[in-house]
Structures are given as C-alpha cells and as structure tokens.
C-alpha cells in the first residue's frame, strides 16, 4: 500500500513501531484516519509520542507479539468475525494439507519434519496434499536444500489440478480447522499471561479491529525494525499477513501491513540488492550445493511452472545480457558461469564472524557505521582489526573508520593503534543534493533526486567510486588470459563521464536497469517485453518501465493528484512494478470483478471494454476475465493455471497463504517461542523455549544469556530518537539535531529504580556477557513493569544512535547485544534480550582519557 | 547637543511609527499591515539569491519526503519540503528540516584520509593515489583467495576474501552497480546492507 | 614448493574437522571456527611467500586456489543455508588431506 493510502483505514494497529517518533511524517496519514474517524491502537512495551496521539494503547513486552497476534486469530475464528467472502475465495483456508501435518501443539511445539541434529525442517508434511508447492520468494526457494532432489520436476505438480480444498472447511486437515487447533490455547487468559496486557484490553483492541474490517471498511497494520529484530521477526509479520487475510484488509484500499524502513533507499537496495544472496529484483543467487550446475539446470530448478513467477528466465537471460553483453551467447548459457556461486550464508552477521576469523582481507564500507549500528560491537571491532585493508566512504567520520584509533578495546587498553595492523582509506562521499539518482521509499515509490550544488574538495558520488573503480580493474585485468578473469573482462562497463570531474550519467545506469532490445538499443516500455532469448537486456525487471522511452525518466514526475482526482498520485514518481501503487489491488473486487462496496473500490472488471480498470493500474492481467477457469485437463502453465478471480499472481496458485506450505524455515503457521534471551519459561510451550530453527554462534565473546538467568534478570531494548538516524554519523554532526538529543541514556520505570536506588540522570551500567556501558538514567512512568506468568518483569530501553563521534555522544549500546540470527532472514534480536543494571559508573577506567558521554 | 536630541526624536518617532501595537488597536491585521516595520520592509528572503533550485529526496528514513534544495554558486544556502509532495506536502521532520546542517557541518570531511598500517594518525592523500591504491589492492586479494572450482570440479567462481557493507543511504543506481561490479565481476559473495539490520 | 608455509596449520584445521564431521554438531561448534582460522593461517602463509617473491608455479596458484574452495565449504557447513551440507564437508576435508599431503 501507498504511505498516503493509510489515510483511507478505518482502524490502524501500530505494534512493533513508534511511528510518530520514528518516521513522523508518514504519521501524517495516519492522524489524517483518525481525523476521518478511524480508531488508532499502539501496542507497545513503551508508552511514547506513538501512544500518546493513539485512542487505544497497550503494553507488551517485548518479545511477546506472536502470542497477542495468535491470539487475535484465535479469536477472529473462533467468534466468526473473519470475512468469509473474501478469505474463501482468495485464500487457501480451505486447502487440504498433508496427512502427515504435524502440529506444536501434538508435538512439544514443535512442528512435523523436524531434524534435532540439523536443527532444521523438512518441509513435505506442510504441503499442499499430493503436491509439490514452490515459495514465490526466491531467496527461500534458494535456501532449501531440498531443491537439491529433482524438485523441479516436482512443482509440476501443480499443473496437473488446482490444490484440494474442501468449502465446507469440515476436512480435519484442512487449513481452517488446522489453524483452530493451532492457535486453541491462545485465549485471552493466555494472553494476558504471556504479554502482560490486560485481558479485556487484549479481546476490546481485537473485536475494534474485526469490525472495522470487512466489504464496506479496511484496517492496516503498521510495523518497524520492533517486528523484524526478533529470532521470529519473520512470522510475527506473517502473523498479521494471516490476520488481514481473514479480515480482506490486503489489495484495498486502506488495507495492508505498512512497513515502515529506516533508511532513504533500503527498499531500493532490496530489490536491486547489495545483499549476498539474490540477483536484481528477486532472482536468486545460484548456489553451488544446489541443482545449479548450468544455466538450464539453474533454471529448471527454479523457475516454478504456475503464476507470475514462471516468467523467471526472461528475466535471468535478460540480467546476463545487460552484465555481460556481446560475451553472453546462447553457446556459454548467456555468460552464467560468470556469476559467484554461493556455498552458505554469507549475510552480514557470517561476514562480521568471517572477518573476526581472517577469512575477509578487504572490507569496503558504503556508508554504514557497522561499529555502531551492528551487534556486538566488540567482536566487529576485532574483525576490523584482522583485515589487511578497509575502505570507508562517508561526510564525517565515523566510529568505523576511527576504530583503531578510539575503538573500545583502544580505550579499554586491550590494544594500542601501534599494534593494529588494518590499511585505512577515508574518502569522502558526496550528499543529497550534490549527486543525481533514484531512491525507492518503503512503499516501493522511486523517486529521483536532482544534482543541486556542488560536493566539497575530493567528495565523490558513490557512483563516481564504482564507476572508476570498475574501470582501474578492468584496465587492469585486461591482459589477463586466467579463466577467473574472464568476468570482469566480460562486464559491460561503458558509462559515459562527464565534466571535470568525470562524472558518471547516472540516468544510463537507470536506463540499463529499465532494459532495452539487444538488436537496436531501444528502452523496453513493459517486463512482458522481456525475451529469453538473449535479443532483450534488463538489469532488474521489476523496474522495467520506469525509463520507457529515450528522454522519459519516470521517476521525474511530479504531478501529485489535485482535488477530486483519485489520490493514488499515479504522476508522482514511479511505483515499481509499472506504477501499481497498490500490490494484488484485483483483491479490491469481489470474485466476479465487482467492488466490495463503493466506499472500498479500487479497480474493477469493466464488461463494456472487456478489462479490468479503476482508481490504480490493476496488478492483474488488463483483459484476464474474472470467470477465466484454467483448463486442468491441458496442463495449465504460467498465468493460464491461474483463474480470473487468483489475485496473488505471485503464488504458485494465485492464493494468499494464511498456511505457507513452502519457503518458511521455522514453520507453517507462527507459533509463540520466547526471545533467544528471556528471563521467563516459554508459558505456551515449556519443552521448547526458543525457536528451534534460530541462528546461534556461541563462539568466545558472544555468549547467550539462558532462559531465566538470575544474573541478568531485566528485558532489554533498544531503539531511535525523533532527533537521530540510525548508526549513521549524520545526525550527530548536524548541529541542532545534536543539540537536540545531546546524550545516550537509559530509559527506566520509577518502580526499577527505587528498587535499585537508581536516581534520575544518575550514571548506571548495563552489563550482558558481551560487554558493559555507561549511561544516565532517565527514570520515566513510560515504562511499566510487566506481569509475566504471574511475576513482574521490569524492562529497560536505551537508543542505539550514539557513538564516540559528533556533536551529540555516548556509549554504543549494540556493545551489550550478542549475534543472532533468524533463521528466515538472519536478521539478529535487538528488541528483546536481558540484562542487569546498576547504579554507578564503570570499573575500568577508559585509557584515552574520555568518557565517550559529557560528564 | 540638538544633534543628539534629533537623532532622538526622530529615533522616538520611528519607533511610533514602527509600533504595531496601535495599528492593531486601529483595526490593521497582526498577520500583515500591522507586522510591517522599517526592518521587515528591507528583510529580503533568502531563497531569492539561490541560483539554483533542485528536486530531492530527504536522506534519512524510507518514507521519502520530497526536499527542495537552493543554491547559490554551487553551495546549498536553503533546504525545505517540498509543497507538491503528496508524501509531506511540504513538511519535514527535525531530522529532514536539518538537512542542510549536515551538508554544510564543520565536521564535514572533504579530502582523502590514509592511514598505514601500525600508524597512529591520518595523513591527507590524492584522491587518484587512493583509487589506484584501492584497486591494486582489491586485485591482489582477489587472485589470492579465488576460488574457481570445488574439488570434484563444480564452478563456485567466487572470492571471500572481498566484503562490501552498505546500500541503503544510496541510490539504486549506485547499488545496481556495486552489485554488478563487485558480484557480477570480481566473484564477490559477501555484498550486504543494512537491509538485515 | 617443498614444504608448503603454514602446512602446520593444514594438519591442525583437518583435526578440527574430523572431530567436527566424527560428532556432526547440532549448533555452531567451536571446531569449525577453529578449522576456518588455521585454514586461513595455512591459506596466509602461503600468501606471504608469494608476496615475497616465493615460487610462484601455475601448480602453487592452483594450489591455493583450492585451498580457498576448501575454505568456501567450511563456512558453507558452519553457516549453512537450510540443511547443512555434510556430505560436502567430507569431500573437502579429503581435499584438504591431499593437499596437506602434497604440500
């Protein structure tokens, strides 16, 4: 959904996301909702801004939110509160699964196709009965050894009949009485007992909801980093992807789950990703351990027949084209074997253990701070250490680039710079507004930016940085007659420069990823454009159509929509995929194509034109009718074994997954585990405390805390501050900003420290076994301590923005967290880990002299 | 001394002149005939010495505020929304209103910095030195911890002794090509952002 | 090359991983750590001769271009993506056994 559509919801739930704090401005749209007369909940372990301006709000601990979440679809189902017209037809509640489904709740909490050795699943007992489902997400796809037998072969399966489904939703297994038995025990009793939130709170939040769902109203979900850094950050999100399927809040207006992301491009760079394992826009990295061998194999494997994603090798043949141009023939399966395999995970938490271990000699280092923004801040900084060389490109330094100069164990006295052998390059980076491109905000909306002034002294673009980079190396490697070199040599790298700077045209960059045909360097207007056979070049399908013709920059439009128009802003920038501001927007009509209501159209079928039309480009098939049928008896592939009334034309079978049969590593369904650290027992299932499947490293130096550990007895969290970005330097050299948030400082309740004699703006330490810090306290009644399981559990919060650098100081709180990983994402845990605190100052003294906050 | 009592007077009468209190009492608006005064007649605002304007994007957080950025030979002298947006219709938030804090902050770094191996300080360096110094660098690792097959003679073509972090403060033209680049050419496996962070 | 630079390295990482193949750990084990960084002192030292103008033979660089696969599959096993690849763990420590045998 667009940012500006949550002004069209009639109930918005915030829950892991401090919105009004965090991201201000989107908040806009929701007090515009609220302004329309829409009911606003925060749930939250913190009582902050977000709260304040909320009708409803309610406490959890962190950690707890699959548990409320369940709950709720427990209650949904239990009381018929779900839209039953919408979720039959376009969701697989009533899909037959495996006999052999095995629940959590028969099984200790664990689910069928555990392997207790490996640590991992299996995932045939979750499918579709008698078929073989392929994830839409390539990147889970990839991350499936099972990918490995003939699998394939296997999702032809899904050409033979659409998945058994039973409409009467009686069948034992089917997802309906499946998901009944799997959320029972997640009563409102049970609620309360695991999240701390009131009962009657738990169940009045849930029914406001339900009830502003349905044909003529939609709700939405609002979520942040406090969903996603859990080690089940990936099913808390899908917990609420089940809610909205149940109530038809996806593909409406004013329906969805808004994820609100913390930096200008970190869409962009997701879909056109600099991330180890996926090519641009969602294709996936070959693995060598996988069927992968050659170009046809890769393709084979995974590609899946049915849906949108069968189209998968234009794209792939398309990619190899724009890389490697004229070297990328028919002969040499389009250059494929130019591109790295992957062996494992090579994420950030692997590459930061990788480095520790010497394994990585040169580290490049684009504008992040990992020494403050990543977890374990210790063990990073020896990494650092262990490399031959880093390269650092930023405005100001940072605590990164300075490491061996002020890092911790430099003033802990663990080390001098002397002894520290790592060759440091700083080199200035250009800024907004001295350098043109294209952002892509968190709802998919690209948008370009334009060259205003000049950047100061030796200030380079990052484009400028790789585009002569690429062009020593390739200088370099020109003579070379070594197989391994036949890559660089191969990459298509003729960007023109201009002035006297040499600067790149970032525009041809655009216009690369865009496409064009081979034959005579026309833009490509549309992906369905796109060829696999070598005569069409894409760097990243998903933004095809973004530079349809020469001279036609799409994300340059700025033409907002006037009064009386539809508000979707369809001349603002650029949404990919082709300008659909709404994703699976055919779910805004009912099955034969008409709206739900009036008050909730978005497109429709318009019998007269004979295609589907409306307020948003529709993201179907214009001229597929609603009562298409796939014609099962001539094996339907691609869209054709999708009906007119599928609108999740990503999936395999047009469905919304509220069970997800394939692509999930940690189950089918969420299900409550307790966070790695916790200082309580897992009340819903005492057997298995954490999530089976999460990403433990306990190597020296990062060790976990165990469950109920009296040593470390508080929850703790962390998070941002209206006034500062991320681990970025960038708001702490800015001086107002600075100004604004001068200090770190730990939140906690007055309950907490009257029991520790912590005063307010007193010094305490925070101590886990990955380290200490230093921080102010800042005693405030915004923090509540909790009733867990019938005792109380205090939780305390400290911002994780600061550093020994800038204007505005302070302890690194990521020293205190341990690196972790879901098993999804390998994102770490940072909302919810524990701790002790103490009132007082450090013991050891820091060698340099200076306490990294004011004293 | 009838000098000094002039300067006064008219010093006096000026000030009646400017004292908006009994305009206001006569009827005039405080929002504008009752706010002018000698100084607010010869206030000129400062966007009007830009040179420049430009369309950007605010660089902080994902929900993409559009800024309005004015310059003035070729330095920023004015940062503000941008009041077409339907984003933030001309709004910002304390970090994005600041933006021209961060470009113009003395703590802004514009040369070079090296430091060697064992050394205790920063040295300033040309920018082409280090570019070519970085390059011969990534080539030397890279040829040394290439790996191109595994032992039964599958293509792995890959280098981990290469890392990259970073991608998201940039723009998908630049991230397309560190991708492209450092993956696409070099074998480079660890490429990531803060898109897991 | 006659006894290859850190081959002392070789033998200790190839103990690592026999305990580590002989218990197939559930869970990040301290071995595979341990094998991973005497891979790469064994991997360095190698390096460092070349570096200083040691034999430089097509025989040393394909020497220690499978030394880096070697690698490439121990951080394969000890960061796997879904299930972890044992039975590729096992032929690159035969690998390795060869070549700390040929060193």
Redesign the interface.
């Known amino acids: 959904m667009a940012?500006?559509d949550l002004a069209n919801s009639d109930c918005i739930i915030e829950m892991g996301s401090n919105l009004a704090e965090?991201?201000?401005?989107?908040f806009?749209f929701v007090v515009e909702a609220q302004r329309r007369g829409a009911t606003v909940i925060h749930i939250d372990p913190r009582y902050t801004r977000t709260s304040a301006l909320a009708d409803i709000y309610a406490p959890i601990r962190s950690g707890s939110d699959i548990a409320f979440l369940g709950g709720m679809i427990r209650h949904i189902l239990e009381n018929d509160l779900w839209f039953r017209d919408f979720a039959l037809a376009y969701t697989n509640i009533s899909h037959i699964i495996e006999e052999g489904y095995g629940d959590p709740e028969q099984n200790e909490g664990l689910f069928s196709g555990y392997d207790p050795v490996a640590g991992t699943y299996s995932q045939d007992t979750w499918q579709y009965a008698g078929k073989t489902v392929p994830s839409p997400v390539a990147e889970h796809r990839v991350q499936s050894q099972e990918n490995s037998s003939d699998e394939g072969a296997a999702f032809e399966s899904m050409t033979k009949s659409p998945p058994p489904q039973d409409p009467t939703l009686q069948h034992p297994n089917c997802v309906y009485q499946i998901m009944r038995r799997h959320y029972a025990r997640y009563t409102p009793e049970m609620v309360e007992r695991v999240t701390s939130c009131p009962k009657d709170l738990f169940v009045r939040i849930t029914e406001i909801f339900a009830h502003n769902s349905g044909r003529e109203k939609t709700g939405a979900f609002t979520y942040a980093v406090g969903w996603t850094h859990h080690s089940t950050g990936v099913q808390i999100i899908r917990a609420a992807s089940i809610i909205q399927g149940l109530l038809g809040n996806i593909g409406r207006p004013g329906g969805g789950i808004m994820a609100?992301?913390?930096?200008?491009?970190?869409?962009?760079?997701?879909?056109?990703?600099?991330?180890?394992n996926m090519?641009?826009t969602y294709l996936p990295?070959p693995n060598?351990f996988h069927d992968h061998?050659t170009v046809d194999r890769y393709l084979a494997t995974e590609t899946p027949p049915t849906g949108w994603w069968s189209n998968m090798p234009k794209y792939v043949i398309s990619l190899l084209k724009a890389?490697?141009g004229e070297a990328a023939t028919r002969e040499n399966g389009w250059g494929y074997?130019?591109?790295?395999?992957?062996?494992g995970d090579?994420?950030?938490?692997p590459?930061t253990m990788?480095?520790s271990d010497r394994?990585?000699?040169?580290?490049?280092?684009?504008?992040?701070n990992?020494a403050v923004?990543?977890v374990n801040s210790e063990l990073v900084e020896r990494g650092f250490a262990n490399l031959?060389?880093m390269?650092v490109?930023d405005?100001?330094?940072t605590e990164t680039?300075n490491f061996?100069?002020q890092g911790h164990r430099v003033r802990k006295g663990e080390v001098r710079?002397?002894?520290?052998?790592?060759?440091?390059?700083?080199?200035?980076a250009a800024?907004?507004?001295?350098?043109d491109?294209?952002?892509?905000?968190?709802s998919r909306?690209?948008?370009?930016?334009?060259?205003?002034?000049?950047?100061?002294?030796?200030?380079?673009?990052?484009?400028w940085f790789?585009?002569?980079?690429?062009r020593?190396?390739k200088e370099?490697?020109r003579d070379s007659i070594e197989?391994?070199d036949r890559?660089?040599q191969a990459?298509t790298?003729d960007y023109a420069l201009r002035g006297e700077k040499q600067e790149p045209d970032?525009e041809a960059?655009?216009r690369?990823?865009n496409g064009r045909t081979v034959a005579d360097g026309k833009q490509v207007a549309d992906y369905r454009e796109l060829k696999d056979d070598g005569s069409t070049a894409c760097?990243?399908w998903m933004?095809c159509g973004i530079f349809p013709e020469t001279g036609k920059n799409l994300s340059?439009s700025?033409r907002?929509?006037g009064p009386g128009e539809s508000?979707a802003?369809l001349g603002?920038a650029w949404t990919w995929p082709l300008n659909r501001r709404t994703l699976y927007n055919r779910a805004s009509a009912d099955p034969a194509g008409k709206p739900w209501s009036e008050r909730k159209k978005m497109i429709w079928w318009d019998e007269a034109q004979a295609k589907w039309t409306g307020n948003d480009v529709p993201d179907f098939l214009a001229d597929k009718r609603p009562d298409y049928r796939p014609d099962w008896s001539k094996r339907p592939h691609g869209m054709d074994a999708l009906g007119g009334d599928d609108p999740f034309i990503m999936e395999a079978d047009g469905k919304c997954a509220l069970f997800v049969p394939s692509g999930l590593k940690d189950g089918p369904l969420p299900t409550h585990y307790e966070p790695i650290e916790s200082p309580v027992r897992n009340p819903l299932y005492p057997k298995q405390q954490r999530n089976p499947t999460a990403k433990l490293w306990g190597r020296p130096g990062n060790e976990l805390h165990d469950a109920a550990d009296p040593r470390f007895p508080y929850v703790f969290t962390t998070f941002r501050l209206?006034?500062?970005?991320?681990?970025?330097i960038?708001?702490r050299?800015?001086?107002?900003?600075a100004e604004?948030q001068p200090e770190a400082f730990v939140e906690i309740s007055p309950e907490l420290a009257a029991s520790l004699r912590i005063r307010h703006l007193g010094w305490t330490v925070i101590s886990t076994l990955r380290g200490e810090v230093e921080v102010r306290a800042m005693v405030t009644e915004r923090l509540k301590p909790f009733r867990i399981d019938g005792r109380e559990v205090h939780q305390i919060g400290m911002p994780w923005v600061y550093g020994w650098q800038?204007?505005a100081r302070g302890d690194v709180a990521n020293v205190l967290l341990a690196i972790t990983g879901d098993a999804n994402?390998?994102?770490?845990s940072t909302k919810a880990i524990t701790c002790n605190i103490r009132p007082g100052r450090k013991a050891r003294p820091d060698v340099l002299g200076q306490s990294e906050a004011r004293t | 001394m009838t000098k000094i009592r002039r300067r006064l007077s008219e010093r006096v009468a000026g000030f009646v002149r400017d004292w908006s209190l009994p305009r206001q009492m006569a009827g005039q608006s405080v929002m504008s005939e009752a706010a002018r005064s000698t100084t607010s007649a010869n206030l000129r605002p400062r966007l009007e010495e830009a040179d420049?304007?430009?369309?950007?994007?605010?660089?902080?957080?994902?929900?993409?505020?559009?800024?309005l950025?004015?310059?003035k030979n070729?330095?920023?002298i004015h940062?503000e929304g941008d009041p077409?947006?339907?984003?933030?219709q001309g709004?910002?938030?304390?970090?994005?209103a600041?933006?021209l804090?961060?470009?113009l902050?003395p703590?802004?770094?514009?040369?070079?910095?090296?430091?060697?191996?064992?050394?205790?300080r920063?040295e300033k360096r040309p920018?082409a030195w280090?570019?070519?110094?970085?390059?011969?660098?990534?080539?030397q690792?890279r040829d040394?911890?290439?790996?191109?097959?595994?032992?039964?003679g599958?293509?792995?073509?890959?280098?981990?002794?290469?890392?990259?972090?970073?991608?998201?403060?940039?723009?998908?033209?630049?991230?397309?090509?560190?991708?492209?680049?450092?993956?696409?050419?070099?074998?480079?496996?660890?490429?990531?952002?803060?898109?897991?962070? | 090359m006659s006894a290859a630079p850190g081959r002392e390295s070789g033998h200790r990482a190839l103990a690592a991983l026999d305990i580590v193949l002989a218990r197939k750990p559930e869970r990040d084990d301290d071995r595979l750590s341990e094998a991973t960084a005497e891979l790469t002192k064994f991997?360095d030292a190698i390096?460092a001769e070349?570096r200083g103008g040691g034999v430089r033979s097509a025989n040393d660089r394909q020497h220690?271009?499978?030394l880096?696969?070697v690698?490439?599959?121990v951080?394969g096993v000890h960061f796997p993506l879904g299930e972890t690849p044992w039975d590729?763990l096992q032929?690159?420590r035969?690998?390795l056994s060869d070549l700390v045998r040929t060193s």
Not at chain 1, 22 to 26: A, E, K
Not at chain 1, 337 to 343: A, D, E, G, H, V
Request: charged share 15%; net charge neutral.
């Open positions: 940012l500006w965090n991201h201000p401005v989107g806009r609100l992301r913390g930096h200008v491009s970190i869409q962009g760079s997701t879909d056109i990703p600099t991330l180890y090519l641009p990295q060598v061998a890389w490697y074997q130019f591109l790295p395999k992957l062996t090579a994420s950030q938490e590459m990788a480095m394994v990585v000699k040169g580290q490049f280092i684009l504008g992040q990992p923004g990543a031959e060389w390269v490109r405005f100001a330094m680039a061996w100069q710079p002397e002894e520290i052998g790592t060759e440091m390059f700083f080199l200035p800024m907004p507004g001295e350098k491109g294209s952002v892509t905000n968190t909306l690209v948008q370009w930016h334009d060259v205003v002034c000049e950047p100061p002294g030796d200030s380079r673009s990052d484009l790789i585009v002569h980079l690429g020593r190396l370099l490697y197989p391994k890559a660089i990459l790298w970032a960059v655009l690369e990823i760097g990243g933004y340059r700025r907002p929509d508000g802003h603002w209206t006034e500062m970005h991320c681990g970025g960038a708001t050299v800015m001086p107002h900003t604004l800038g204007y994402t390998s994102i770490h | 420049r304007i430009g369309t950007s994007v605010c660089p902080f957080c994902a929900v993409g505020c559009g800024q950025i004015y310059a070729g330095r920023p940062v077409r947006s339907p984003i933030n709004t910002l938030c304390p970090k994005g600041g933006t804090g961060m470009l902050s703590e802004r770094i514009s040369d070079v910095l090296y430091r060697a191996p064992y050394s205790d920063w920018l280090a570019m070519e110094r970085i390059a011969q660098l990534t080539k690792v040394e911890t290439f790996a191109g097959t595994l032992p039964d599958r293509i792995i073509n890959h280098t981990l002794g290469l890392g990259s972090l970073g991608g998201a403060t940039m723009d998908n033209e630049e991230n397309y090509l560190i991708k492209k680049l450092f993956g696409g050419g070099l074998g480079m496996i660890n490429i990531e952002n803060q898109a897991r962070i | 991997r390096i070349q220690l271009a499978h880096n696969a690698l490439s599959v951080l590729e032929k690159a035969d690998w």
